[in-house]
T-cell receptor, first 112, second 111 residues
């Protein structure tokens, strides 16, 4: 399985600012995804990060709020823009390999 | 309304007892995955089931995929405190496709 790392592992941010989260994979993968996990909840898909083209966003998530980059097959970033306390969550990237997805360790974000 | 319904939402048992977590849907899935997540970590894959009626065993854990590929169960025999965590089922409509997650089941195994 792929080894996935995320930076930062956690952060505390002020409202109105933006944070960019990085996801690095140790091998080339076609499918990369970004999820949000709000406190005490399950995972919700934000978007599919497409290499060389714009990300595909799920209902309720928009590019202006969550811009995503995917410059190559091993790296992606998710930016949480103009943050509010409601954005406090764990943000997780995952990669798809055949029938399965593997997850990074997550980025814990607290917005004050 | 969640596409995948997990039950129960929370389970507290004594060490040595058995437990079963259910994952149900009205939709057919190409595959279904079970993950366990511990605090401060990302979900860790336990198993992927792809064939209707499939049963997979992982030590004390038994996973079953329904014949119609709409539901699944996770059974833990003789639970241990190390089994404590959030158990998540997730279904994919096609290989390599995005996952839909169930609401999760928090399991607490008390020594």
């Amino acid at each position: 399985s792929a080894v996935i790392s995320q930076k930062p592992s956690r952060d505390i941010c002020q409202r109105g600012t933006s944070l960019t989260i990085q996801c690095q994979v140790d091998s080339q993968v076609t499918m990369m995804f970004w999820y949000r996990q709000q406190p005490g909840q399950s995972l919700t898909l934000i978007a599919t990060a497409n290499q060389g083209s714009e990300a595909t966003y799920e209902s309720g998530f928009v590019i202006d709020k969550f811009p995503i980059s995917r410059p190559n097959l091993t790296f992606s970033t998710l930016t949480v823009s103009n943050m509010s306390p409601e954005d406090s969550s764990i943000y997780l990237c995952s990669v798809g390999q055949q029938e399965t997805q593997y997850f990074g360790p997550g980025t814990r974000l607290l917005v004050l | 309304t969640q596409l995948l319904e997990q039950s129960p939402q929370f389970l507290s048992i004594q060490e040595g007892e058995n437990l079963t977590v259910y994952c149900n849907s009205s939709s057919v899935f190409s595959s279904l995955q079970w993950y366990r997540q511990e605090p401060g970590e990302g979900p860790v894959l336990l198993v992927t089931v792809v064939t209707g009626g499939e049963v997979k065993k992982l030590k004390r854990l038994t996973f079953q995929f329904g014949d119609a590929r709409k539901d699944s169960s996770l059974h833990i025999t003789a639970a241990q405190p190390g089994d404590t965590g959030l158990y998540l089922c997730a279904g994919a409509k096609a290989a390599g496709n995005k996952l839909t997650f169930g609401g999760g089941t928090r399991v607490l195994v008390k020594p």
